[in-house]
């Protein structure tokens, strides 16, 4: 036991050092290896979802199970008034992503059937997004509609939004995760 005026540092005993050395190895041993036919799978995988590798293999390492369906708030798809237009970036965006579900979820003014009609090359359906009133059941009602509409698990979809109430969506909806529509599309912008 350490006395009053010990600092709690490293213990100075003989074989500190060897027992430094086998708890690193003793750790690393605990950290999966792939193989490379595995990680080459998982590269290509996330460029068919349009994610970095980094945040793919994070957010599969945090739910267990592959990304098969993407839910986009209609702000992170900048469609942000009555006439439904989408950026060209976005779309294009959008129509590159391979083997997932592409479920809009609407905020107000716009109408979610409106949105799916005008926009079902790239997306497979649309859904009316939790409002800023709705309390946390109700906004997880909502968000599982949605992920009803992409045919998947809450913990296999993702959320890109583009604000912090949209951050909490994946929360109550117990999604993959929440990705910030900026750095979702921030390839489609170069």
């Excluded at 986009?72 to 989408?86: E, G, I, P």
């Excluded at 809009?104 to 359906?125: C, K, R, T, W």
């Excluded at 859904?127 to 968000?143: C, E, N, Q, V």
Aim: aromatic letters at 6%; hydrophobic letters at 45%; proline letters at 6%.
């Amino acid at each position: 036991m350490s006395g009053i005026g010990h600092n709690q540092g490293p213990t100075m005993e003989p074989g500190f050092g060897w027992r430094r050395h086998a708890w690193g190895k003793a750790r690393a041993e605990l950290m999966p290896k792939l193989p490379i036919e595995v990680v080459r799978l998982r590269i290509n995988r996330a460029r068919e979802l349009g994610l970095d590798y980094k945040t793919y293999a994070g957010i599969r390492a945090g739910t267990g199970r592959d990304v098969i369906g993407f839910l986009f708030s209609t702000n992170a798809l900048r469609m942000l008034n009555r006439n439904l237009h989408m950026p060209e970036d976005r779309r294009e965006q959008l129509s590159v992503m391979r083997n997932c579900a592409r479920i809009a979820v609407v905020q107000p003014p716009l109408d979610a059937d409106l949105v799916a009609q005008a926009h079902d090359a790239v997306l497979e359906g649309a859904s009316p997004a939790p409002l800023f009133i709705h309390g946390w059941d109700a906004t997880r009602t909502r968000i599982a509609h949605a992920t009803r509409l992409a045919q998947a698990p809450a913990s296999a979809v993702l959320l890109v939004g583009d604000t912090a109430l949209e951050r909490t969506w994946a929360q109550a909806g117990r999604l993959a995760g929440y990705v910030p529509a900026e750095t979702f599309f921030a390839g489609a912008a170069r």
